[in-house]
Nanobody, 123 residues
Framework: QVQLVESGGGLVQAGGSLRLSCAASGRTFSTYVIVWFRQAPGKEREFVAAISWGGSSTYYADSVKGRFTISRDNAKNTVYLQLNSLKPEDTAVYYC????????????????WGQGTQVTVSS
């Protein structure tokens, strides 16, 4: 069982930066792949970024590649998502999720979800 809590969202101007955190409970955190998804109003939840169990592998949606960076600190049971060069179209609720499958961008592959944190980018 893993419980996830996101934080770090907020209101930022276009071009600005934020760092989101996903704090996890549970002693098996390091055995889970952690991903970030986001959901804008009226849209489907979409994959953003993923990081492997040890943190050595990452991959990103094309829409955020080069602007967002995912990282993890297993000693702190925390995954981070650094958001740089933000655009108004990045506005969404950002969710972290945990699962056992690396390489999937499908929501049903992930067993545990946080409650989300709102990111709003003004133009």
């Amino acid at each position: 069982q893993v419980q996830l809590v996101e934080s770090g969202g907020g209101l930022v101007q276009a071009g600005g930066s934020l760092r989101l955190s996903c704090a996890a409970s549970g002693r098996t955190f390091s055995t889970y792949v952690i991903v970030w998804f986001r959901q804008a109003p009226g849209k489907e939840r979409e994959f953003v970024a993923a990081i492997s169990w040890g943190g050595s592998s990452t991959y990103y949606a094309d829409s955020v590649k080069g602007r967002f960076t995912i990282s993890r600190d297993n000693a702190k049971n925390t995954v981070y998502l650094q958001l740089n060069s933000l655009k108004p179209e990045d506005t969404a609720v950002y969710y972290c999720a945990a699962g056992k499958t690396y390489g999937s961008s499908r929501t049903h592959e992930y067993d545990y979800w946080g409650q989300g944190t709102q990111v709003t980018v003004s133009s």
